[in-house]
């Protein structure tokens, strides 16, 4: 398994949620590592990505100030911290890897298997 994501289930709107993806370290090696989120009857949505090489973060306008993504290198692993959740951000959540820094699902070549997160009004 290149990626696995987890830490999803259930979280009342206004509380916190951290999702984690382990990565193989091949998978981890790649420069850029990101995450989407599909809701139900929707398209596949761009949240975020950060860079290996220096770390830097880029985010969709509709989470950025609420959504951190960081990266523990000697875990292998990548992080998507959500406060501030909203009952709209409830969706299937993953994460993937690649060497594009874009906000396309084809920019990325691996991906996680999905971890659900609901937020409940």
């Known amino acids: 398994v290149q990626l696995q994501a987890s830490g999803g289930g259930l979280v009342q709107a206004g509380g916190s949620r951290r999702l984690s993806c382990a990565a193989s370290a091949r998978t981890f090696s790649l420069d850029v590592m990101g995450w989407f989120r599909q809701a139900p009857g929707k398209e596949r949505e761009f949240i975020g990505f950060?860079?290996?090489?220096?770390?830097?973060?880029y985010y969709a306008n509709s989470v950025k100030d609420r959504f951190t993504i960081s990266r523990d290198s000697a875990k292998n692993t990548m992080y998507l911290q959500m406060d501030s959740l909203k009952p709209e951000d409830s969706a299937v959540y993953y994460c993937?890897?690649?060497?594009?820094?874009?906000?396309?699902?084809?920019?990325?070549?691996?991906w996680g298997q999905g971890t659900l997160v609901t937020v409940s009004s």
């Open positions: 993937a890897a690649g060497s594009v820094p874009g906000t396309g699902p084809r920019d990325y070549v691996y």
């Open positions: 950060i860079r290996r090489r220096g770390g830097s973060t």
